[in-house]
Nanobody
Framework: QVQLVESGGGLVQPGGSLRLSCVAS????????MAWFRQAPGNQREYVAH???????NYRDSVRGRFTISRDNSKNTVYLQLDSLKPEDTAVYYC????????????????WGRGTQVTVSS
């Protein structure tokens, strides 16, 4: 049974930081592209960042330089470090996994977590 379980969300002031984690099980973690998406109220879910099996990363323009994605294959875990947070980063953040970079980036891969709420507010 595939599971992606996110944690680390919360309420933070503008300029603050959070570290999201996603623990995976039920599939060969090291063979999958891992990604983070987010969905703000009233908006469609959008791609945030991904990391390939070899560790290559990419980000949407609005978070590049502020967010950092990483993975630890020994722990079946992918992380998203969120720094210099802005109110517009407020959203539910979802972990995602898929075997194809193109599919993950354009629409999301096979597997989704349930999400963790990030709220940036003073």
């Amino acid at each position: 049974q595939v599971q992606l379980v996110e944690s680390g969300g919360g309420l933070v002031q503008p300029g603050g930081s959070l570290r999201l984690s996603c623990v995976a099980s039920g599939f060969t973690f090291g063979s999958y592209i891992m990604a983070w998406f987010r969905q703000a109220p009233g908006n469609q879910r959008e791609y945030v960042a991904h990391i390939t099996t070899s560790g290559d990363t990419n980000y949407r323009d609005s978070v590049r330089g502020r967010f950092t994605i990483s993975r630890d294959n020994s722990k079946n875990t992918v992380y998203l470090q969120l720094d210099s947070l802005k109110p517009e980063d407020t959203a539910v953040y979802y972990c995602n996994a898929g075997p194809s970079t193109y599919v993950v980036v354009t629409s999301g891969g096979n597997y989704w977590g349930r999400g963790t709420q990030v709220t940036v507010s003073s």
